[in-house]
Nanobody
């Protein structure tokens, strides 16, 4: 399974961006899909995650501004980012956990990252 992220780019503060990440391959199910981000000089941090059952988790810093969703048929996860702030600037990574392929469970798969830059 490969995770292919798209979206991101440059936006002014207060603007919106959307990210998507499609899991290619023959995964029969993916428990958790999510987004992490890493700003220069900082550790990678969880932004939002969603389980196959629709349970969501958000970082406190993005609650009320970001919305995560997924398509379980297409194995795709989306992140709608509104009211963006300069401190949201980072490389955003797609993440998948507990991916079942041919009866084998794979853990902690990462996409290639996509840059989000918010100008003030």
């Amino acid at each position: 399974v490969q995770l292919q992220a798209s979206g991101g780019g440059l936006v002014q503060a207060g603007g919106s961006l959307s990210l998507s990440c499609a899991a290619s391959g023959t995964a029969s199910s993916i428990n958790a899909l999510g987004w992490y981000r890493q700003a220069p000089g900082k550790e990678r941090e969880l932004v939002a995650a969603i389980t196959s059952g629709g349970n969501t988790k958000y970082a406190d810093s993005v609650k009320g501004r970001f919305t995560i969703s997924r398509d379980n048929v297409e194995n795709t996860v989306y992140l709608q980012m509104n009211s963006l702030k300069p401190e949201d600037t980072a490389v955003y990574y797609c993440h998948a956990d507990e991916v079942i392929i041919g009866g084998v469970v794979q853990y902690h798969l990462w996409g290639q990252g996509t840059q989000v830059t918010v100008s003030s």
